[in-house]
Structure formats: C-alpha cells, structure tokens
C-alpha cells in the first residue's frame, strides 16, 4: 500500500539528473536581467536619485523607479507596510530602490554602480528598547508593530502558591535560512498579453495577489507558477523576486529573469527573529507546574512581514508541551532598521523552546527531579487545557514521546566531558486562529492516469510524494498512476503556503477529500471489477471529464483580543528529543554525538520524509544552538555565517509515535518545523550535563562556551 | 568576473617564456584560490597560465626523505603511505583541508604560493624543515621554507618564478609531528588557529621510548611524563592565523629543545607560543580566544608528536 511504505520521492530522479528546471534555468530569446539598486543606509531620506549615467551604459534597457509603478507600490502579508521600491524613505541597508534591466547580468550590475543616490540619514534604531523609547519613527504608525497576550488563570495567586520560582532572561539572535537556491525568478508577457512568472516560492496563489495589486491588473491577467525551488524554511513566503519580475515584464514585454546572488540573499532575505525573553516559571515541590509567565520582545526589523504571527504564535507556545493553570505571557513585536526578520521554520517557537526547555531542566534540578520525569509529570494529555484554555480532545501523542526515549534516557552513562539534555515541543498545525484552507481536485486522463491538481508548493520536503500517497491510497492505485500538476495559478486552486508545518495535515486532506470523491465514482464505473482507467475517460470524453474537488479547512476559532482564549490550532504535533554531547572544555568545542528523537506525527504518510525532516531539522538546531549567527552588516556570505556540514551530523535514532489525528488524512499531522523545535534546547541542556554551565544565550560557540566555562573555573 | 585568457604550458621553461612575454600574467594551479581572488576582485590577470600539465611538477622521490612535486593535489599526498606515517604533521593537515571536493582540485603549490596566515600545510611544512625548489631564469634554487613566509599573500619569491617542489629531510625515527587545526565545524572552514609541533628525542633514548610505550602510559602522557626524563633533541612549533604569516614560535621552542620534556617545560612553552602569537580580533574570530587556543593546541600538539615519536619505536 502506498501509505507508510517506502516509496521514492517522485522528484528525486529529476533533481539527480539535472533535468528539474528552477527558476534561473529558464530562457528565452530577448530576455532582459534585472538587478536591484539597494540602500546602503540602515535609515534615510532619499534626497535625489541620478539614473542619467547609468543609462547611457551600452546595454542598458530601461531603469525602473517607484514612480513607474501603476498599483500600489507596497507589499506584505499580513501589512502592507513595504515598499517594492523605495522613493522616500528607505529603512535597511538592502531596502531596494529601483530595477536595472540590462542585456545581461553583468551590465546590469555595473550599470548600478554608476547610479547615484543621495540620502539624507536619520538615526537608525538598532534594538527593540531603543525602537520602544525613540521619538524618531520608522513608520508613521509608530514603532511597535504589535503587542499580544496570552492570559490563563491568575499568574499571580500560581506563584504565590508555588514553593519555588525560577525567573531567567534568554536570547537569540537574527539567523539565515540559508538554503541551497537563492532566490529568482523568471516572467514573460504570454500570446494574450498576460504576464506569466515563473518562480522559486513557498506560494502562487498569495504571490498573483499582491501581483495583482501592484500591477492594479485582475489577477486572471497573471499567473504565477512555481518553478522548482530548492528550499524555502519560510524565506519565500514573502514576496522575493516575483513584484519586481513581473513590474518588468509589465513595463517592458520582454521576457526577464531577476536572481539574487548569495550575498544579496544573505543582506535582504528575511531573518529569524531575534527575541528577548524573561521568563519566570512557579512550581510546587513535587514538580507541578503552578504558574508561567513570560516577557517576550522581538526585532522585527523595518518592515511587518510574519512579524506578528511570530509575536503571537511564540506566545501561545511558551508555556511548552505542559499544562500550567495559570499563564500570563506578554509578547511584543518592535520595527527596527536591522534587517527584515520573518517567517523561518517554527515562527518563534524554536526561540521560546529553548527558554521553556532551559527552565524545566533548571527546576527539575533545583527539585532535585529527573527531568523526564518533570516532563512526565506537566505534560500535555488528552483532555488537558493548554494556555489558550483549549482543552486537546484528540492525537496528543506527548507523554507517549517521552515513554519511546525513556529506556534511553535512563540507561544513559555519562562519560568524561559528555552530556545528555532532554528537548520537548508542541507545535500547533498550520495558521493560527484564522481559517486556511486548502483545496484539490482530481481528473482522470486520456492515458488513463489520475491526476492531481494541487496548489501546494513542493520546495523539498516532499508533498508532492506524500500527496500522490494520499490519493494512491484512498483509490487503491499505485503510485506510478498518478500525475501531478503542481502550483499553478492557471490550473490549480489556492492550498495556502507551504508553511506552518501544514501541507500534509491539510492538503493531504483535502487531497483525500478528492480521492474519496472519485473513488466513489470509480466504483460506480466499474474500475474496481477490472474496467480500465482509459475506458472510463473515453466513456466520458464527449461529455466532458467531470472534476472531483476536495476541500479542508481545520476547525479553529478566532482568538480573544484580550486573553487569547481560544481554539488557534485544530491540533498539535509532539516531539522529544534526548541529545548527547562531547564538549572540550579546554576549547569550548562542541560536539553532537547522538540524538534520539521522538515525534508524534499522527501518521507517517511517508516514513523516509518524515525521517529527512528530523534529520534536517537536527541539523539546523545544531546550527542554532552552536554557529549560526547573522551579524548585521559584517555576515555577507557563507565564508562567515557556518552551517553545520554533513560531518557534524550527529547518529540519529527515529520514533515515531502515531497518535492519529481524525480530521488529518489517515490521522496524519506535520513534522516539518517540530524536526527543528526541540533540537537546539535539548543541545543547550546536554552541554549544562557535561559542564555545569548554564546556556542563556545563543548560539553557544566556542568563545562564549569558552568564558562561561573560565567564569565558573574561577567562582570554583 | 574579468575575462582572461587561459594558457597551458606542457614544460616549465614555456610556462617562464610564457609569463615573461605576456603581460600581467599569473599562474595558476587548481585555482581554488586564484579564482575566488579575481570574483572578489582582489585581483585581475589578463593571463592565466596554468601549471597543471607540467609533469615534473608532480613528482613524488622517496629517497633521503621526500620530494613531493607542487602540483601534486591535497588528496594524491594523503595517499602517500610515507606522508602518513614519517611526515604525519602534514597528514594531519590534508585531511582536514576544505572538504573532498577542494582537496581534488588544490594544490599544495598553491596552497603555500598562495601564503595566507590560514594555509592548512604552512605549519607543518615548517615544522617539518622543508625546502622550497623554485624554479626561474637563473634556473634553480633552494629556500627553506621560514624563509619562504613573508607576509599575507606575499612569498620569498620573483611572480615569474615557479615552485616546482618541497624536499623534506628524513628525520630519525624517534621523531613524531602533529598538526591541529581549530574549527566551529568538522569540514569545509579555514583555521580560526591551528598549530603544529614536531619532536625528536636523542637516539640514547630509545630503550626509555619502548619502557613508555609497553608501560601504557601514552594514554595519559601528561601525568606520566614525570616517570620518563625524555630528553628532546630537537623541537618544532609553529603556529597559524594569529600572525600575518604562519611561523615557527622559537622561544616556545627553545623551551624544549636541548631540555628534558616535562610537565614544566611543557607549560613554559605553551606560554611562549602564546606570547609569540599576535592574534587580532576578526569576525572569524577573537583575539584573547585565539590566544588561548595557542596555549590549548601547542600543548596538544605536542603531546601527539610525543605519542608518535613514541609509537614510532615499537
Ligand atoms: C571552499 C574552499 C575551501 C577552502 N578550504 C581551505 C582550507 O580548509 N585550508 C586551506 O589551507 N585552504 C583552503 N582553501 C584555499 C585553497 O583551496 C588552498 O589554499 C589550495 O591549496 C590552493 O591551491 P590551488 O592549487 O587551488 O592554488 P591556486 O588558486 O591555483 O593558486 C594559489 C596561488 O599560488 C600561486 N601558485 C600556485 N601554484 C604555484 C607554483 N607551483 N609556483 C608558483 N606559484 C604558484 C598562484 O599564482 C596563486 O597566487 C579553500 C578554498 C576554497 C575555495
């Protein structure tokens, strides 16, 4: 059965064999390159701008400014508070400011260096107390871009029954996604005078929209077409390329191709929001979580982006998989002229994990408990109420990840300089508190296939393989009958991004929805007693091919505006994991050994996919817990910014805890951003094992690991 | 990137006709530094005249100790079994340079040519005493290669002269060399330090290194150094990025050389390289941390080559 066997990822062979076509691989006679001119000012008034040199470059077609521009000229998904050009103002060094469109790439990057601009500074706010105190404004709306909370029971009457509290500050800083395509984008003006963009996205349907806004074109004069994309983790969700492709192909009716390179992608490419968060946690002696609240500030940057979906959904998080009767968390969002932070795997709550994480292992120990067992004790079960008085009815497969790690966790022997650290998550599935819906549909073809038409954006992590699963299943097929036509405007409809871990849980259900629909059909047809797919098409063919559609939108409710109250996700994915370290403590240096990592993932539609997520995901919290940093206006490039390579690849051990889910497809939830979430926190917890030494801020690389280490040789 | 035309000379003397008739050449062997030079517009040929099919550069001579030829890549050296077993120091260093990919393209020419403070094979060739045969029109010479070092970037050398090979000297075998190369990650990063240090006992010593070896205590060299006065006949270290040219610590040297090795002169000589070293604050990088790695990897090296040295005798 197609379902939880081990199938290849159907678009494996392709990428291996170079055929798989991204956006920069596209060409067409008389394309154009742009490239963008980018403020060099963290925050200025743009006083003039001179093009008149740049333009009598051979090979320059057209410089396009603002002004040109026949919509709206902002963007953004939640607020539309950026611009796609800036004229007035510009608020990060990146901040674009006009398109060079040139014979090729080289022209047009030489062509940008004969253009001069001529800025008037303003003092440019560099941290979020100082954006909270400042008179100057970044945008006219002011400088906080939102403030949420998240309040349960009375905090204060929790504390005052509590036999211990633990209050600690942690931090993290601006990381990059750094995948392996950078952003780009190919359009052309199509036979009809419609404009035709081809690009590397997390979304189409969200894409056309703005698009549409500002070209002020009907969106049926657009198509956005994803290309394939190699990895996303949230920075392709906002608009890249594409505003600036398509305002090219628009102005001039030339095919063009824009493409950032690395650098460009490291300076403007949203970052992973840096957060401050002050967080104080009430227990009895026994262990029980009496009271929580936190304190959580973040750098958005110069403009919205996920801005607030990372300030509530790190919020609603921050209590952990754990139930804790009273919650107060209050949780803003400042503007600042450092770069655009957004949407990167998790939305905060890899950053609010590792404070929980830190602050059950600090109060297991002060309690003198073992931290699987403080784990055990608070955790998240069925019929708990979690901190937006939601009470899980269904698929709360937590205590049972702490059951497949514990014979682990108790058999473990520690070794000279070696740690082990414990690391859990829950993590609600796809948007919080508003509807996001997904649809697909189903047609039978001439050459008697299935095909599947879905508006979810394969960037890697598979959906096309688990999709074609889903409906393989439902209909009894297999998966070499089934085709797919992916992220297309033209022939798909809206499935919402790829993000929040959602595709699988709600695509996968509405592709299920389809299946059941046409299975129904087929049984009516004969298909299941032997009549061929190819004959049911003909059958059909003169009448016209009917169209199975499915639909899914997980159940959830509006939050409170006060308190939060509420149903934001319709459920939950869990996930523990135990992480060994070797540390050098003459050096600092820190070494993975080993992780064993448990997810409830509902159901593994398709087991490897769900392993490839936990392993990426392990390697990106060994990037955020031990190198990762973006250093504003210093990292230009991997030659600074480290990621881990294969070799710091810890072993890796899987388990997969199935608490099935009864509206996801086959129980199915996500595992996409839960593979990350408790990495990093169970590192930070294995190095205090092998130490003794408290991590508070992050990354801990060498040097900080390094004077933490002397600080505490000299208190003794 | 600038446009260049690119040559490929079969012999050494066409390669010097070459970039003396052409102007503003420039060789080049794997190129792994060179072209990320020009696409950093560090620098600009308009030749590039490339080494790579010149077969004396690649020779290997295995008599009185090691010839190995400049143009030889990272990855053909870590098969020499010699390299490995007499010459460990830069066996260290080869496995640890770039990833794969890099160690299949880049040289070791170009790699010292190239004299970054960084170059994975600079320590260890220092500490290994090696010659540096170049290669011009007054025909060939020798340098030692402390002398080859100048600065960043810049080599004892005339730009039309070509390195054609390194001559190790063959050590006796109570000798033992190790390098260490510090790192955020296990591949594909430059040295934030590294160090590298070679030992060689007095011949009288033997019997003693053999008593060290079957007692067991290599495992816990430190603590067991008190119980076997080794006597260091000769001492290398040299250390890398915390200067602007890897070099040879000869204070922390002499704190060995000619002296019984112990947990004393041990310590001394950590410190001297850590005085020696001039490390700077970088976004690599800091300055008091370098510092301190000098001390930690100093020590460490020195314990390896002890232990090899050791080992060696069985
Ligand atoms: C991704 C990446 C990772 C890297 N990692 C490391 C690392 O970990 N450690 C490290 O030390 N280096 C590293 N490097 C740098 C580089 O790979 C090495 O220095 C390499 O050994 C250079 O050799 P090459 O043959 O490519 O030199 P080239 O680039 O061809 O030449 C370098 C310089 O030497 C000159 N030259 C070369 N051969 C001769 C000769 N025979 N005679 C005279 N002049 C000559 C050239 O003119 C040039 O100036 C890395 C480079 C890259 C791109």
């Known amino acids: 059965m197609p379902i939880s066997t081990q199938i290849d990822k159907i678009d494996a062979y392709d990428k291996v064999l170079g055929k798989a076509k991204y956006a920069s691989d596209f060409y067409m006679e008389g394309m154009l390159v742009g490239a963008l001119l980018r403020s060099t000012r963290p925050h200025a008034h743009i006083k003039r701008i001179d093009v008149s040199k740049a333009y009598s470059l051979e090979g320059v077609v057209r410089i396009i400014q603002a002004k040109d521009i026949p919509g709206e000229n902002s963007f953004g998904i939640i607020r539309k508070d950026q611009p796609l050009l800036c004229d007035k103002k510009v608020r990060f060094i990146g901040d674009p400011i006009l398109i060079v469109l040139a014979v090729t790439e080289k022209v047009a990057k030489e062509a940008l260096r004969l253009i001069e601009v001529e800025y008037e500074d303003i003092e440019p706010i560099l941290t979020p107390s100082d954006s909270e105190r400042s008179p100057i404004l970044i945008h006219e709306s002011g400088n906080l871009l939102t403030h949420k909370k998240v309040i349960k029971g009375n905090v204060e009457k929790g504390f005052s029954e509590s036999d211990i509290i633990v209050e600690n500050t942690y931090i993290t800083t601006w990381l990059d996604h750094a995948y392996i395509e950078t952003e780009s984008g190919f359009g052309y003006m199509d036979g009809n005078g419609r404009i035709v963009i081809y690009s590397s996205t997390q979304n189409v349907h969200y894409k056309r929209k703005e698009i549409s806004r500002i070209l002020a074109l009907p969106e049926e004069k657009i198509r956005v077409v994803q290309a394939t994309t190699g990895g996303g983790f949230g920075g392709k969700l906002d608009m890249t390329i594409e505003g600036y492709v398509a305002l090219s192909v628009y102005l001039t009716g030339k095919p063009i191709l824009i493409r950032y390179s690395r650098e460009e992608s490291f300076l403007v490419s949203t970052k992973r929001h840096p957060l401050y968060i002050h967080y104080t946690t009430g227990a009895k002696k026994n262990g029980t979580l009496c009271a929580v609240k936190v304190s959580i500030i973040g750098d958005t940057g110069p403009y919205a982006s996920y801005g607030e979906t990372v300030c509530l959904r790190a919020a609603i998080h921050a209590t952990g998989p754990y139930e804790v009767e009273n919650v107060y968390v209050d949780s803003k969002m400042f503007y600042t002229n450092n770069p655009i932070s957004g949407a990167m795997r998790g939305f905060g709550v890899p950053q609010i994990a590792f404070a929980h994480e830190t602050q059950m292992d600090i109060l297991a120990e002060s309690l003198n408990l073992d931290p699987l067992y403080i784990r055990m004790k608070n955790g998240l079960k069925r019929g708990s109420k979690t901190a937006t008085s939601q009470i899980l009815e269904e698929s709360v497969g937590y205590l049972e990840t702490l059951e497949r790690i514990k014979p682990f966790w108790l058999e473990r022997k520690k070794g000279k300089d070696r740690g082990f650290g414990l690391g859990s998550m829950f993590y609600g599935m796809g948007n919080t508190g508003i509807t996001n819906p997904s649809w697909a549909e189903l047609k039978l073809s001439s050459d008697g296939k299935v095909v599947l038409y879905t508006g979810v954006c394969d960037i890697g992590q598979g959906s096309d393989t688990v999709l074609a699963q889903i409906v393989c299943e439902t209909l009894g097929i297999d998966v070499s009958k089934i085709e797919i036509v992916r992220a297309d405007t033209d022939y798909t409809k809206d499935a919402g991004s790829t993000s929040a871990s959602r595709q699988t849980y709600i695509s996968g259900k509405a592709a299920y929805e389809a299946a059941l629909k046409l299975r129904s059909f087929l049984e009516r047809e004969g298909f299941y007693s032997g009549k061929k797919l190819k004959d049911i098409f003909e059958k059909y063919k003169d009448m016209g091919m009917p169209v199975f559609d499915g639909f899914f939108d997980p159940p959830t409710t509006k939050l409170d505006p006060e308190t939060s109250s509420g149903k934001p996700y319709a459920t939950y994915a869990f996930a523990t994991h135990m992480t060994e370290v070797a540390v050098d403590s003459s050096t600092g240096y820190v070494k993975v050994l080993k992780v064993h990592a448990a997810h409830d993932v509902g159901k593994a539609i398709n087991i490897q996919n769900v392993k490839g997520q936990i392993y990426g995901g392990i390697a990106m919290g060994i990037g955020f817990a031990l190198m990762e940093e973006f250093v504003p206006g210093k990292t230009k490039s991997f030659n600074t910014y480290y990621i881990p390579t294969s070799l710091d690849m810890p072993e890796v051990d899987v388990f997969i805890v199935e608490s099935e889910e009864p509206t996801g497809p086959f129980g199915a939830k996500g595992v996409g951003e839960p593979a990350l979430i408790p990495s990093a926190a169970s590192i930070a917890n294995a190095i205090y094992d092998a130490t003794g030494v408290r991590i508070f801020e992050l990354p801990c690389d060498m040097e900080k690991l390094k004077l933490l280490l002397e600080r505490k040789r000299e208190r003794g | ?314």
Not at chain 2, 39 to 45: A, H, M, T
Not at chain 2, 144 to 168: C, Q, R, Y
Not at chain 2, 247 to 264: D, M, Q, T, V, W
Request: proline share 4%.
């Open chain 2, 1 to 314: 990137m600038k446009k260049f035309d690119y040559h490929i000379p079969k012999s050494l003397e066409e390669a010097l006709s070459l970039f003396k008739s052409l102007e503003n050449a420039k060789y080049i062997a794997g190129g792994t530094d060179v072209l990320v030079n020009i696409k950093r517009k560090k620098e600009s040929p308009s030749h590039l005249i490339s080494l790579r099919n010149i077969d004396s550069l690649k020779v290997v001579e295995k008599k009185d100790g090691l010839k190995i030829g400049s143009c030889l890549i990272h990855q053909e050296l870590l098969k020499i079994e010699e390299i490995r077993t007499y010459y460990s120091a830069l066996y260290d260093a080869l496995t640890k340079l770039g990833s794969k990919q890099i160690r299949n393209v880049a040289t070791i020419g170009g790699n010292i040519c190239n004299a970054a403070p960084s170059a994975d094979t600079a320590c260890p060739l220092l500490v290994l005493d090696a010659q540096v045969v170049i290669f011009g029109e007054k025909g060939t010479r020798m340098v030692p290669i402390d002398d080859f070092f100048e600065g960043p970037g810049t080599v004892a050398k005339e730009e039309s002269e070509i390195v054609t090979s390194f001559e190790l000297p063959s050590f006796p075998k109570y000798t033992g060399s190790a390098y260490i190369k510090h790192t955020r990650r296990e591949a594909m990063d430059l040295a934030m330090v590294s160090a590298a240090s070679r030992i060689t006992f007095a011949a009288e010593d033997q019997s003693l290194l053999r008593d060290f070896l079957s007692s067991k205590g290599v495992e816990e060299l430190d603590k067991e150094l008190k119980n076997y006065p080794l006597f260091v006949k000769e001492a290398r270290i040299a250390l890398g990025v915390v200067a602007p040219r890897p070099f040879r610590a000869k204070k922390a040297e002499s704190c060995l050389e000619g002296k019984f090795l112990n947990e004393e002169t041990l310590r001394e000589a950590c410190e001297k390289a850590a005085e020696e070293a001039q490390p700077r604050d970088t976004i690599r990088g800091e300055a008091w941390y370098r510092r301190e790695m000098v001390k930690v990897l100093t020590k460490r090296t020195i314990l390896l080559s002890v232990k090899r040295a050791i080992e060696m005798c069985s």
